[in-house]
């Protein structure tokens, strides 16, 4: 198969619209069968329920081409299940599991042309989504919905790839207790403009994100989970309701574990003890691992051992072992790796 003539090593991670998207509605209760279609418009009346209260929740997972040449998805059985939870908590119909996969497939297969060959650092980034489409002016919930999938190819989330990042200590909160941080819903990212906006213009990659409740804990950052590393190699992630389940985190934690022999914990990390850290990164599909070199708190830094050159060494190795099974360099633990081609 031919590729599209693009400039695969030079991609950021921006919008490119490719050649096929899925569109299945549910209405009168029930999901059509759904299709593969070119228009890339929506229309939608004025008064549709995700344009006046936002009722709309997604997923974003990678193709990615192997060292065989083989065109695979990761985990995407976890994308399915989180899509389902955020649909419950959203009061959205569930877009069956099953279906999500092959839609997914067939997204992929259309588009084969657009994910980037191996070797380039460059992925098909697969936009899975879903919206109440019917006009709704009482608050409550749509009665129709419109599930989709588009794909984008894509380069890494931040400038620069692997090089560490600065972030920043957001004064803004991006979820409340008992709200709906731990979901993949767009209103979460509504929150979350402001604060990126402002920590850009400040000079920043990203926000650090604490609890609100207390604001002593770490939460999270717009797209991303925290991972630490101790000064005796311990692999720590924060534990909280209110932060997204991030499925790189969760297999990064068994990669840790079982590939490299390394002790783990999720559990609840006070921003105090931010400083004794040896390593910091962000994790997500997006993010991949991004490593923080400094955190800004107020105009006090914390400078992390590992600089501002590279990557930490056990970050380094999280990284490799990933991407390593992610393209097939690596052996993959069973029912990671989906073959779509
Ligand atoms: N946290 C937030 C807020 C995110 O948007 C993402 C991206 O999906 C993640 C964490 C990482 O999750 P995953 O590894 O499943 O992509
Ligand atoms: C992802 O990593 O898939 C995300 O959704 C993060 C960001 C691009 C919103």
């Known amino acids: 198969m031919d590729k599209k003539n693009i400039d695969w090593s030079g991609l950021g991670f921006g919008y490119i619209k490719t050649d096929?998207?899925?569109?299945?509605?549910?209405?009168?209760?029930?999901?059509?069968?759904?299709?593969?279609?070119e228009d890339d418009m929506i229309t939608m009346s004025e008064c549709a329920c995700v344009l006046q209260y936002a009722q709309t929740i997604f997923e974003g997972l990678k193709?990615?081409?192997?060292?065989?040449?083989?065109?695979?998805?990761?985990?995407?059985d976890l994308n399915a299940e989180r899509l389902a939870n955020s649909a419950r908590r959203m009061e959205m119909p569930v877009f069956p599991e099953d279906r999500f996969l092959e839609a997914v497939d067939q997204v992929v297969r259309a588009n084969a042309a657009y994910v980037p060959p191996y070797g380039t650092g460059a992925t098909l980034y697969i936009r899975p989504y879903m919206f109440g489409i019917n006009q709704?002016?009482?608050?409550?919930p749509a009665d129709d919905f419109q599930f989709r999938v588009f794909s984008t190819p894509v380069g890494p989330y931040f400038k620069g790839g692997a090089k560490p990042i600065v972030i920043k200590v957001s004064d803004l909160d991006r979820a409340a207790p008992h709200g709906t941080g731990f979901i993949k819903a767009g209103l979460n990212y509504a929150m979350s403009l402001h604060a990126?906006?402002?920590?850009?213009?400040?000079?920043?990659d990203?926000?650090?994100?604490?609890?609100?409740?207390?604001?002593?804990?770490?939460?999270?950052?717009?797209?991303?989970?925290?991972?630490?590393?101790?000064?005796?190699?311990?692999?720590?992630?924060?534990?909280?309701?209110?932060?997204?389940p991030s499925i790189t985190r969760r297999s990064l934690m068994t990669v840790a574990?079982?590939?490299l022999g390394l002790e783990v914990e999720e559990r609840e990390v006070y921003f105090d003890e931010v400083k004794d850290f040896a390593e910091c990164g962000l994790c997500g599909t997006?993010?991949?691992?991004?490593?923080?070199?400094?955190?800004?708190d107020h105009g006090k830094e914390i400078c992390f051992p590992s600089g501002m050159e590279k990557m930490g060494p056990i970050t380094q190795k999280l990284y490799d072992t990933l991407t390593g099974i992610q393209m097939g360099r690596i052996e993959a633990p069973e029912g990671w790796i989906r073959k779509i081609l």
């Open 196 to 204: 990126i906006v402002t920590a850009h213009k400040e000079g920043f």
């Open 286 to 296: 997006a993010a991949v691992i991004s490593p923080v070199g400094k955190i800004n």
């Open 257 to 259: 574990k079982d590939y």
């Open 206 to 244: 990203e926000n650090m994100y604490l609890d609100a409740g207390t604001r002593t804990k770490v939460e999270e950052t717009g797209g991303a989970n925290f991972l630490f590393v101790t000064k005796d190699n311990k692999v720590v992630t924060p534990k909280s309701d209110s932060i997204l």
């Open 20 to 37: 096929k998207r899925y569109v299945s509605n549910y209405t009168k209760g029930a999901w059509d069968e759904g299709a593969l279609i």
């Open 136 to 140: 709704v002016i009482g608050v409550k």
């Open 63 to 76: 193709a990615y081409t192997t060292e065989k040449g083989d065109i695979v998805v990761f985990r995407p």
